[in-house]
């Protein structure tokens, strides 16, 4: 069974056709005072143009150009965008870098990207990325990045511009005309939760093409104020954060660590308009929201989420709770780009709280059926589509193993097809779990937990059980002090579930552990678990 819906974006939008200098270049000379990110400063698209063409020249200088990989590890802020900016303008390959990486986790990651230079940060959160990662070993050549994008290490010198020699001008401007749509922007790996992570080869073309219909589809717009908490060395954070804003003229305001005070204090202070990331992140925001009433937060009007189902009545809240215009939901996986579906603002609260919308622009969603068969169609998700990865970093193997010879891309998702071709997700093939025979899977039963009023948040995993092999246990968040009232909780999954969903236990918790990017760690669950059950 597959689909391929009509999106409301203009399918120029697909063409693919630009690179992510180009768009830059074209939108600094038509608005060239627009601010683009603003970290307490603002930063116009000038501002940024020039300090990212004085990094350019110098890495030119140091012979850095097409073909080469640059990692880049630092928080979301001026200094990562202008980073970013002259890597790529060069012709060279970003290869982001998670902040929360110890040293020698960064170092191997560098290490198997091949990359010979790293641009990391000087100081954030009392940490030297760039002393850690000399210190452990790293085999590439490691520049000092200041919070305002000045680096140490390179030819040159950011104020007099040594390194701009004709030689060198010249050299920079062979070296953009040499960049294309395919061109390979990012080395984007994935978060490893299945694995050893892999490096996904993200070109250029597709990078912006998938951007535009995420900007056409949830109505991002010039002048809204978008905080951006989801990191930039995540795709969600480059690329539907920092390049969405740069092709919508919205304004990023970069949230260099998520904390739902300060955030609250953002919106507020800031008039913050647009908000993206996963449904934990509202939960955390509602609570402050609730301890802090006095607080105007009329702004807000957008809020993106997904990766997982998020009930009707959650939407309803983030709604009522956060004064928002619209809630909309996708899905994305980085090996397509990151957007695959997506939810339409109008949509109403049932499709939005059900579903991650439908098909982006030349997009085909296949739903492969499960062995033994779903009564409901269920299966794992393919995609085909242009905006697919060029493949894994040195890994043929699992390339082929992710896209097939037909070009579709194997998500490993599990979902099914309504009758107007909205996607419903209903967990990852790895996730699930098999009890007494029968397939339960744990984003279905998540969103029946999440729907009681007393629980905010809801996580479940299978784990071990001698009679039916596996059971679900789960783990959920108050919406309040007053606690959740665990028989309670299970009266209520009992009817709504089938016995076998149904979880064997509820544990209360005061917040779910989360990853880099903001998805519930169910690792650490699975080890809670298992401490709390020897």
Not at 5 to 17: F, H, I, K, L, R
Not at 289 to 297: F, G, K, M, Q, Y
Not at 432 to 448: K, Q, R
Request: glycine share 10%; charged share 20%.
């Amino acid at each position: 069974m597959s689909t391929t819906v009509q999106p409301d974006e203009p399918t120029s939008a697909a063409a693919g056709g630009e690179t992510i200098p180009a768009a830059f270049d074209r939108l600094r000379r038509q608005h060239p005072e627009r601010v683009l990110l603003d970290d307490g400063r603002p930063h116009s698209l000038a501002d940024l143009d020039d300090a990212a063409t004085r990094l350019a020249l110098r890495l030119v200088a140091a012979d850095a150009g097409p073909g080469d990989r640059i990692a880049i590890q630092a928080p979301n802020g001026v200094a990562w965008a202008i980073a970013a900016l002259a890597v790529l303008q060069i012709g060279a390959t970003i290869v982001p870098v998670s902040t929360r990486y110890s040293p020698a986790e960064a170092a191997d990651l560098i290490d198997r990207s091949g990359a010979a230079l790293t641009l990391a940060a000087t100081a954030f959160l009392g940490r030297d990325h760039a002393a850690e990662l000399r210190a452990a070993g790293a085999a590439t050549t490691v520049v000092g990045l200041d919070d305002d994008g000045r680096c140490t290490g390179l030819p040159g010198d950011d104020d007099a511009d040594p390194a701009s020699s004709p030689e060198v001008t010249a050299g920079l401007v062979e070296r953009r005309g040499a960049v294309t749509p395919e061109t390979i922007a990012f080395v984007q790996f994935t978060s490893g939760t299945t694995g050893a992570p892999k490096g996904a080869l993200l070109r250029h073309g597709a990078l912006v093409a998938t951007t535009r219909s995420w900007v056409a589809a949830t109505g991002l717009r010039t002048g809204d104020r978008y905080a951006v908490v989801a990191p930039f060395f995540h795709i969600s954070g480059y690329k539907t954060g920092l390049l969405a804003c740069l092709l919508a003229g919205a304004t990023a305001y970069p949230v260099a660590r998520f904390d739902p005070a300060e955030l609250l204090e953002l919106v507020a202070t800031r008039a913050i308009s647009v908000l993206q990331g996963p449904p934990t992140l509202y939960h955390e925001l509602m609570a402050r929201v609730d301890a802090e009433p006095h607080r105007d937060i009329g702004s807000l009007r957008l809020a993106v989420t997904g990766g997982t189902v998020v009930p009707p009545a959650v939407v309803e809240r983030m709604r009522r709770v956060l004064g928002l215009d619209a809630v909309v939901t996708s899905y994305g996986i980085t090996e397509a780009t990151g957007v695959v579906s997506i939810c339409r603002p109008g949509d109403p609260d049932d499709v939005v709280g059900a579903t991650s919308g439908r098909a982006i622009t030349g997009t085909t969603i296949e739903i492969r059926p499960l062995d033994p068969p779903e009564p409901d169609g269920r299966g794992e998700i393919l995609v085909h589509s242009p905006h697919l990865m060029a493949g894994y970093l040195d890994d043929p193997e699992a390339t082929e193993g992710a896209i097939d010879p037909s070009g579709r891309l194997h998500t490993g998702d599990v979902g099914y097809l309504d009758g107007t071709g909205n996607l419903v997700l209903t967990g990852r093939l790895t996730d699930l779990f098999i009890v007494g025979g029968f397939n339960a899977y744990p984003a279905e039963i998540e969103a029946v937990l999440a729907a009681h009023d007393s629980v905010a948040a809801a996580a479940v995993i299978g784990v071990p059980d001698d009679r039916l092999g596996e059971v679900g246990a789960a783990f959920v968040v108050p919406v309040s002090v007053e606690g959740i009232a665990v028989d309670e909780v299970q009266a209520f999954a009992a009817d709504r579930l089938a016995g076998f969903k149904r979880p064997r236990t509820v544990s209360v918790v005061e917040a779910l552990p989360l990853n880099a990017v903001g998805k519930v760690d169910k690792a650490v669950l699975r080890a809670r678990w298992i401490e709390q059950h020897p």
